[in-house]
């Protein structure tokens, strides 16, 4: 049991600095779309990069933020029964949901979210919305890299909701 606990905090510690990562990408989010939108309106002279650079950043915020969101179940659900439930069955509802939804869909996210990065960096491929051409592999990377630690933080959600099922507490 002490490995799988320590598998738990780990994962939890991966999700909680992946979340405050996101949260820059933000930050960075704000700044390059104000920069941008200022240059456009008052000067007449928009940028040829921030289009991709705030793509780039929104993703990045949205991925890293997932296994974050995950781990503090702040993802969109309708918390209005499934609150009135009891926890039991709550966990019960949780393991279900996972193996038949959750895992199936974001494995499958995974790979091809690998894919898609070794391909990125094979080829050197760009992203061409804009005449920027920016590589594309830091963003595939990113997209990689948070799907991963979203299913990370989806076997420890469902290691958490088994150990209920079975011993009706937390893993401490």
Known sequence: M??????????????????????????????????????????????????????????????????????YEAHTRVDVFFNMLKPRTRALINVIASL????????MMLYEGIVWMIKAIRVHEVMFSSFWYPPAWPYRTVFAVGIFLLVLQGIVNLIKNIYFLKRGGQID
């Not at 038949?100 to 494995?107: I, M, N, R, T, V």
């Open 2 to 71: 002490g490995a799988l606990k320590k598998f738990v905090k780990v994962v939890d510690l991966f999700s909680e600095k992946s979340g405050q990562i996101g949260k820059w990408a933000a930050v960075g989010l704000v700044l390059v779309g104000s920069y941008d939108t200022v240059l456009r309106h008052f000067f007449n002279a928009p940028t040829n990069w921030a289009y991709d650079m705030m793509c780039m950043l929104g993703g990045a915020l949205y991925l890293l933020g997932a296994s974050y969101d995950l781990r």
């Open 100 to 107: 038949l939804f959750f895992f199936p869909l974001f494995l």
